[in-house]
């Protein structure tokens, strides 16, 4: 695993986005694809939201995503699996470039067809907890007129990355924008945030 930690921070060194392929292992992916398949079925998503507490807000031009936060207490193997990735990545992240991360959020994404999420950056304006941005993403054999890429809007060029299953993105909450361009197919994610308090 260390040397797909190195790929996504070494990138992320170069070019403030990282990105690791098979970030997930294939069999990963597909079991975390099918918890969030089967809590879209089951209704269990909700809309996803635009800022924190009191400035949330719920704008369907803006961002058209669905969302489940994933969590230990749902005692599932591969969300704990997950889990246990992220840990080894924090630890690795924390031990060789001193970022002092203390805790993460995340959550399952589906961009049903024709969804987006407008220029935006991650962090709050009311709190700077979430330090990178983290997403891994769970489609298969993604076609290039799928659309559904993240663009990545740098201060002189646009940078798009398709939604390639196992892939990691990881960039500063604080600093780039971004957005999701439309998706003409389902588009599914895992989403989240490396945090300080
Ligand atoms: O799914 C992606 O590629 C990016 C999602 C995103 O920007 C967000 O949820 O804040
Ligand atoms: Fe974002």
Redesign the pocket.
């Given at each position: 695993m260390v040397d797909i930690f190195n790929t996504l921070i070494d990138s992320f060194i170069d070019n403030k986005v990282g990105i690791a392929e098979n970030f997930l292992s294939p069999s990963l992916a597909a079991h975390l694809k099918d918890n969030l398949n089967e809590l879209y079925s089951g209704k269990r998503l909700l809309s996803?939201g635009t800022g924190n507490d009191i400035t949330s807000s719920h704008n369907k031009l803006v961002r058209s995503?669905k969302i489940y936060w994933l969590d230990r207490k749902h005692n599932d193997p591969f969300e704990n699996d997950f889990f246990d990735l992220m840990d080894g990545f924090i630890s690795h992240l924390n031990s060789t470039c001193y970022t002092g991360i203390t805790g993460y959020e995340f959550h399952y994404?589906m961009?049903e067809k024709g969804s987006f999420?407008t220029k935006?950056i991650?962090q709050f304006k009311n709190n700077s907890s979430r330090q990178y941005?983290m997403?891994m993403y769970l489609n298969a054999d993604w076609q290039e007129n799928d659309g559904g890429e993240?663009c990545i809007h740098h201060e002189d060029n646009l940078q798009n990355?398709s939604?390639n299953n196992g892939k990691s993105?990881f960039f500063k909450s604080s600093e780039l924008e971004?957005?999701?361009l439309l998706t003409n197919k389902p588009r599914m994610?895992i989403?989240g945030w490396l945090k300080i308090n």
């Open positions: 996803a995503d994404t961009y999420y935006h991650d941005s997403i993240l990355i939604p993105v971004h957005e999701v994610s989403t």
